[in-house]
């Protein structure tokens, strides 16, 4: 009789060769091409995409496209410009620039600008063509009466019918591309809008599009982060067209959410270039409307007694769909982790309250992933309670808040606690135990939460998207425990190699970070880093001043891991070359 021999189990797919859709997912892969069985049993076959290290890597195919979309902006701005067929570069020369560039690094705010030479080969005359990209026609006159908003507007504005110069707005093919630029980046300052419908917007009338305060910011952004290439000598320009049009956004109700999205990019652009009197302010501002507009939750759903005064409060049209309801629940988590993280660095009070019951209470379902609000998947708002939750014991008991977005929010609302804690410790004042139990928890608190994330040594084997957010959530609940117990390491050991056991996570942190990595990374990042670094200086202080004698080299290369992250990350964001200076100068006094 013959036998049958039992089917031989698939082989286990070694780690990081399964494609990137199963890896989001967290399906099994069999790692078949051109598509696996998932996403083909899924009908997905377009979707199944390898990124196994054997061809291109995900930033030179985003660098070798931003070269392709502003090569074709020179193209639709200059009809008789024609694009050389073959374009011969040294494929080394980004490398060796930006090596270059970091040896020679002081940490002055006058050397963290962009000193690396451009990925993008261009000629002195190639520059003077880009330069005079007409996105509007009169781009090269700054006077007032050249500006997108001409005159000031009637006490009775007909609704966009003078904002919206179309002659001046870059055609819908340019808008695009932009944002396509932009859309690689969008996670670094938290941006909750569908993609999709954002590129789709622009083929529409002017009035049924987003407002220019919006779509000029994220011009901007598409310009900041395309640097050193010649995109990005237009900031100055997309900046004051944005700038001029929060004035009239604010003219109408129902362009909030543009003014409020606009205000979020503009504060991390001025946060991250180190203006952070201009950043604050536009933070402030995006918080404040949040909750006025009831963005937290309490009067998305519920009926309001409508009053007559004139002053009485507006309120949103409700969403059209779950994709609109999903943008409006992403968009205030934008503003809350906004307001949370950078109001501890910056050391002023938060502007978004969230108290125990009523108005003042968030009221929200945490953020999820675009895809699950494509698919109509909301999570119900009445079945959660504020984040005040995750300070009293609940984590996540529903099962729902691990997307990046919702930990990256979780992570700013513990930095600032740790934050705010602290700050109300009245040194000469005898500890009470009320404050005791809630530091005690608080620190309890932030060790639970990192040890729902993924390992830092297994983040490569995540999504590009993922690793970038899941380096800023660690970094910031690595900062809230030094920001926890920093006060109290000047006399209590214990809370000082607390602290230092957190800030040599940080320095881990960096050992797992590529270089092709920092140009993705959220800016939050760099005070986080900054903190770090004082704590291992007061630890090198210590080391340096006791006896006998020890060894101090350990400290020193932990101090020169941060330094050399700093350093890197400031290329991108010069608000760290001041930070690196100051660090600099401290060390040169050890």
């Not at 910056?346 to 968030?362: A, F, N, R, V």
């Not at 090198?540 to 020169?560: F, H, K, Q, T, Y």
């Amino acid at each position: 009789m013959a036998s049958t021999s039992p089917a031989t189990p698939p082989p286990t797919l070694q780690r990081g060769k399964a494609c990137l859709r199963c890896r989001k997912r967290k399906m099994r892969c069999d790692g078949a091409k051109p598509a696996c069985q998932q996403c083909a049993r899924a009908k997905k076959l377009e979707g199944c995409q390898y990124d196994d290290g054997k061809g291109k890597t995900r930033t030179q195919l985003l660098r070798e496209n931003i070269e392709r979309l502003e090569q074709r902006i020179r193209e639709l701005e200059d009809p008789e410009y024609t694009s050389p067929s073959v374009m011969l570069h040294d494929p080394h020369l980004h490398r060796r620039s930006e090596s270059s560039s970091s040896s020679s690094l002081t940490g002055s705010p006058a050397s963290t600008g962009f000193s690396v030479h451009s990925p993008f080969p261009h000629s002195g005359m190639l520059c003077k063509l880009i330069h005079s990209l007409a996105l509007n026609p009169l781009a090269a006159t700054n006077s007032p009466q050249h500006s997108w908003l001409q005159g000031v507007p009637s006490p009775s504005p007909t609704p966009f019918s003078d904002v919206y110069h179309t002659d001046q707005q870059p055609t819908t093919e340019l808008a695009q591309m932009l944002v396509d630029i932009f859309s690689s980046h969008r996670h670094q300052c938290l941006f909750g809008l569908h993609i999709g419908r954002l590129r789709e917007s622009f083929s529409r009338p002017p009035i049924e599009q987003y407002h220019p305060c919006l779509t000029n910011a994220i011009f901007l952004w598409a310009c900041y982060i395309s640097r050193p290439g010649p995109l990005s000598e237009h900031q100055s320009h997309y900046l004051s067209r944005s700038l001029e049009a929060l004035s009239d956004a604010l003219q109408y109700n129902n362009r909030v959410l543009d003014v409020i999205q606009a205000s979020c990019l503009l504060s991390v652009y001025f946060l991250s270039n180190g203006r952070v009197l201009e950043g604050s302010y536009h933070a402030t501002a995006a918080a404040s409307l949040a909750v006025q507009c009831g963005l937290h939750g309490v009067t998305m759903n519920r009926p309001m007694f409508d009053t007559t005064g004139v002053m009485s409060s507006f309120k949103l049209q409700p969403p059209k769909d779950a994709i609109e309801q999903g943008e409006r629940i992403t968009t205030f988590w934008q503003v809350f982790a906004l307001d949370r993280s950078w109001s501890a660095v910056l050391q002023k009070p938060m502007t978004i309250p969230d108290g125990p019951e009523g108005y003042l209470s968030i009221v929200l379902p945490w953020p999820q992933d675009m895809e699950e609000y494509e698919s109509g998947q909301i999570h119900d708002f009445y079945s959660f309670s504020t984040p005040r939750s995750l300070f009293d014991g609940q984590m996540s008991n529903l099962g729902s808040g691990f997307s990046p977005l919702a930990l990256r929010v979780k992570a700013s609302a513990l930095f600032h606690h740790a934050y705010y804690l602290a700050l109300n410790w009245d040194q000469p004042a005898v500890l009470s135990s009320a404050f005791t139990d809630d530091f005690q928890h608080l620190e309890h608190t932030i060790t639970r939460f990192l040890s729902t994330l993924v390992p830092v040594h297994q983040l490569d084997a995540s999504m590009p998207d993922d690793k970038h957010a899941y380096i800023a959530i660690h970094t910031l609940a690595h900062a809230a425990m030094i920001h926890l117990y920093y006060l109290f390491g000047h006399e209590d050991p214990v809370s000082h190699e607390k602290c230092l056991l957190a800030a040599r996570c940080c320095v881990s942190i960096v050992k797992h970070i590529a270089d092709a990595d920092y140009e993705f990374l959220d800016p939050i990042i760099g005070p986080c880093w900054t903190c770090a670094v004082d704590t291992l200086i007061r630890e090198l202080n210590i080391i340096e001043s006791s006896w006998p004698l020890a060894s101090s080299a350990d400290v020193r290369n932990e101090i020169g891991t941060l330094l050399f992250g700093m350093t890197r990350l400031g290329l991108r964001f010069p608000l760290l070359g001041y930070s690196v200076a100051k660090v600099q100068k401290r060390l040169s006094g050890l």
